[in-house]
């Protein structure tokens, strides 16, 4: 017996020992055969609740068949068979004839129209008590992350504090094996990290080093270079030195974030370059954020380092060099 046909025998086995049925019902041999093939050779795509919410489908186009919004009507076995041995023109589907048999084709038909289709079930549940996870609901604030529910990519700001305890829970407890969990319509499929920092001995302080050939073919180099502007106000200037000494660290010489050091922290500085955050932001909201800080971020309150004055001039040197700042309160 080959090993791939003994794996499969085995997961069968393993499926019908431990409860890992949907509880509707027991389902027939073949069905529970074609549930080991599925899990083996079509979750990657299709999920294991066969509904296409996977990290694979978001590069795929067109996307996999979600098999839970099909109508058992017109979706049939001889449909699935037909998929398993011609594949689909213009998709990512493949034949899978002569890498399964056809018994296992025609398992696997009879499995996703039964579990998905008819039933609507969510094929193997994991987490049971048989298979020693006792009181799984102590990890519900992370489900939303492993259901896809809430992309792992959403920024931290734009969570509720709970979700931000589920977050953390999913990323301490659940990712080794759910991976980033299942990709959203509003997930992003890249972002980029840096490697390593510090590079070369790189440092913001003055006199900078100058940069070689190789740290300035990175490409967070261009965010450590300050913007040239002429004809600066002393108050402007005054502001460009506070800034560059002692915000430019973690916020890049450009305030965009994207330096080393800034794309390392989770969340990310702030964009000061970024009109969606820019346009809702203002004077007194941002003298608040340096005098005081922002909570379960990485920026702290400055205002035992820094004077009113001097924030001010900080705010005034944004304005000019990254983005227009809302004059909503008094100018000092």
């Known amino acids: 017996m080959s090993s791939r046909r003994m794996l499969i025998r085995l997961t069968t086995a393993l499926l019908a020992g431990i409860s890992l049925l949907s509880p509707a019902s027991a389902a027939s041999p073949l069905i529970e055969e074609g549930r080991a093939v599925y899990n083996f050779r079509c979750y990657f795509c299709h999920g294991y609740s066969g509904n296409g919410q996977t990290l694979a489908a978001t ?13 058992p009507a017109s979706f049939t076995t001889a449909r699935v068979m037909a998929a398993l041995q011609e594949g689909k023109a213009g998709t990512a589907m493949k034949p899978f004839a002569g890498i399964i048999s056809t018994r296992e084709m025609q398992a696997v038909a009879e499995f996703v129209v039964d579990e998905f289709v008819r039933r609507k079930a969510e094929n193997t549940r994991y987490h049971t008590v048989e298979n020693g996870w006792p009181d799984h609901d102590r990890y519900r604030d992370a489900f939303p992350f492993a259901k896809g529910e809430i992309p792992l990519s959403r920024p931290w700001e734009n969570l509720s504090e709970r ?3 589920g977050k953390r829970l999913y990323l301490s407890s659940c990712v080794s094996c759910h991976d980033r969990g299942a990709a959203t319509e509003d997930d992003i499929a890249w972002d980029s990290r840096p490697l390593s920092y510090p590079r070369n001995n790189f440092s913001l302080a003055a006199p900078a080093p ?3 050939a190789m740290t300035s073919a990175s490409p967070y180099a ?13 108050r402007e200037r005054r502001g460009e030195k506070l800034f560059q000494v002692n915000c430019a660290f973690c916020h890049g010489a450009d305030g965009s974030g994207q330096n080393w050091i800034g794309k390392f922290m989770e969340p990310h500085p ?3 370059r970024d009109p969606a955050f820019m346009r809702d932001a203002s004077r007194a ?15 702290p309150a400055w205002k035992s380092v ?21 004059e909503d309160a008094a100018k000092r």
């Open 285 to 299: 909201t941002l003298s608040h954020a340096i005098r005081e800080g922002l909570p379960n971020t990485s920026m």
């Open 163 to 165: 979700e931000s305890q």
């Open 59 to 71: 590069y795929l186009n067109p996307k996999p068949t979600n098999f839970q919004q099909a109508e």
């Open 306 to 326: 820094l004077k009113e004055a001097e924030i001010q001039s900080i705010i005034t040197y944004i304005n000019r060099a990254f983005h227009p700042v809302n």
């Open 222 to 234: 261009l965010h450590d270079i300050p913007p040239k502007i002429a004809r600066m106000t002393s």
């Open 210 to 212: 100058k940069i070689d």
């Open 270 to 272: 702030r964009n000061l």
